[in-house]
C-alpha cells in the first residue's frame, strides 16, 4: 500500500501545465530535507513530449510522460553508495540532498531515461519527489496533479484507486522494478487507410475492414500445437463518412487487411509488418461486374450476293442476363462499325429467311421476329451483303 500517480494518457492535451507547475514549485524553492532547488533551466522532473505518430494525413498525436516511477525495487537507490536514496513508507522515492555527494550512480542505475537530473552548481543528483513536503503538509494532490486541468493525473492511496488502477499498466513490467506511477490509455501501433471507388471518384462509406493476424502477436489466442503462422481475425471495423479507416491497439506483428463491401470486389491488403504506426494509404475499391450475359455465335456470310466467299464466326457477348435476337445482331453490327444488310439465315431454328437492315446499328426495315430471345451459345447465320445488292 502506499502513494500512486496514475497519469490517463487519453485524458491528457498536452497543455505542459503539469510541467510547468512542477517548475514553479521547486525552480528557487528549498524544500530540505525532501529537496534542494531545482535549477532555472536543464531539468524537467516531469516532462511532457508531444509523439507525432503514423504518416500524413493518418496522423495521431500521443503526449507521453517521463517522470520518476518511484520503484518498490528501485535500482537508483540500490546503486547509491552513501545510501542517499531512500523509500518512504508511503512508497515515496526520495534523493537526500544533504546525504548524496554525487556520485552518479543512481543516474547510471535508473533503468527509465532522463528522470534523474545532476545539479552540477550543487553537487547533486535531483527527482521527482512526489511532492513530498506537500504531502507532509497535509496535501492529498502534487502541484502537477493540481494543475492539470483535465484530471488527466491522479495521485491517492493505493487501496483507494483500486477501480482506476484495474485499467492502468507500468512501464516496463519486465525489468522488475515496480513502479508506484501507472498509465491509462499508453499507446499502442495502429493501422489506417482511406478506402475510395475508382470508377465513381469517390470515397466508399461503411466498407467493411478486418485485420488478420498472421504471426507472433499476443492477440492471438492460446492454442496448444498451433503454428506461429497461425492466422486471427483480430479486429474488425467500418469505413466512415471520408472513407478512412482506424485500427488501433495493435501489437507489433505482421498483419494483412481485408476490405469488403456488397457490389464491391474485395481487396486484400499485405501481409506486411507492423514495426510502428501505418498508413496503408489510398486503397482501389472496384465495382464488381455484372458477369450475367448472353453469348451468341454470328456466322456472317462474307462477299457479296453474286459471289459469296464463305462465313466467318463472331462470338458476340451482350452484357445482360436475356438478349433478343435483334440485340444480338444490333451489337454484331455495331462491332464492325458499318451499316449492314443482313439477310437472316438462322436456319438452325426454322426461321424464314428475311431481310433486315441496320443503319448505324438501328434496324430500320425487316420482316423476322427481331424480339425472339436468345438462347446462349445460339448460332445465328447472316449475310452482310452491302445494301444496294439487296
Ligand atoms: S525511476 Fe529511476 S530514479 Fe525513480 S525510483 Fe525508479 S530507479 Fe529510482
Ligand atoms: S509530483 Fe511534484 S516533484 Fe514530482 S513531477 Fe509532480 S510537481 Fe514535480
Ligand atoms: S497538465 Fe494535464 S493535460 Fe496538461 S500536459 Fe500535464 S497531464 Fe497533460
Redesign the pocket.
Known sequence: MGKVMIIDITKCNGCHNCQIACKDEHCGNDWSPIAKPQPLTGQFWTRVVDRVRGQVPKVKVTYEHTI????DE????QACPEKA?YKREDGV?IIDPELCKGSHN?VE????PG??FFNEDLGISQ?CTFCAHLLDSGWNETRCSEACPTGAITVGEEEELADLLARAEILNPELG?R?RVYYVGLPRLFVAGTVFDPQADEIVENASVSLTALSGESHLPEQPGASTAAVAVVAQTVTDEFGDFWIDGLQPGTYSVRIEKPGYEQVQVGPFSLEKDLNLGDLAMRQRRETAFVRAIVNIMTGNIATATGWRAREIHVDQASATLGEVLRAACLRDGKTSLFDLVAYEKGLKPDFGLFVGGELVRGEVDWNRPIVDSEQIHVCDWPIRDA
Open positions: 520518476c516511477q518511484h520503484c528501485a535500482p537508483c537507490l536514496i522515492v543512481c542505475a535508473c533503468p527509465y528522470v534523474i527527482k522494478t513502479p
